[in-house]
């Protein structure tokens, strides 16, 4: 069984940065689609930006440009690299897991199956 564990979030200022660490244990990085997600208080999950298991990513049109995922397959870990943080980007943060996703369903929530226990991120000056 797939285990993800999430660090990194804290709070910033507007325009600040973050990077969001996802450890993977039980299984191999490299065989699963793997994504970023966020939900805001009051507001549905999000799709954020997620990477398939060749390693193309899909980013949402809100983080484009700003938002980085990465993945190191030595440490089974996945990065999001977050710069020019905006206050609407404040929302507790998951890394999720799924084994062969097409590319048009990788940033939606109810395709996968395996989630961390998130990290918060708030942004506020």
């Known amino acids: 069984q797939v285990q993800l564990v999430e660090s990194g979030g804290g709070s910033v200022q507007p325009g600040g940065s973050l990077r969001l660490s996802c450890a993977v244990s039980?299984?191999?990085?490299?065989?699963?689609?793997m994504g970023w997600f966020r939900q805001a208080p009051g507001k549905h999950r999000e799709g954020v930006v997620a990477?398939?298991?060749?390693?193309?990513?899909s980013y949402a049109d809100s983080v484009k440009g700003r938002f980085t995922i990465s993945l190191d397959n030595a440490k089974n870990t996945l990065y999001l690299e977050m710069n020019r943080l905006k206050p609407e980007d404040s929302a507790m943060y998951y890394c999720?897991?799924?084994?062969?996703?097409?590319?048009?369903?990788?940033?939606?929530?109810?395709?996968?199956?395996?989630w961390g226990q998130g990290t918060q991120v708030t942004v506020s000056s």
């Open positions: 039980g299984d191999t990085l490299s065989s699963y689609s």
């Open positions: 990477i398939d298991s060749e390693g193309t990513p």
């Open positions: 999720a897991a799924e084994r062969g996703l097409a590319w048009w369903l990788l940033l939606v929530p109810s395709r996968y199956s395996h």
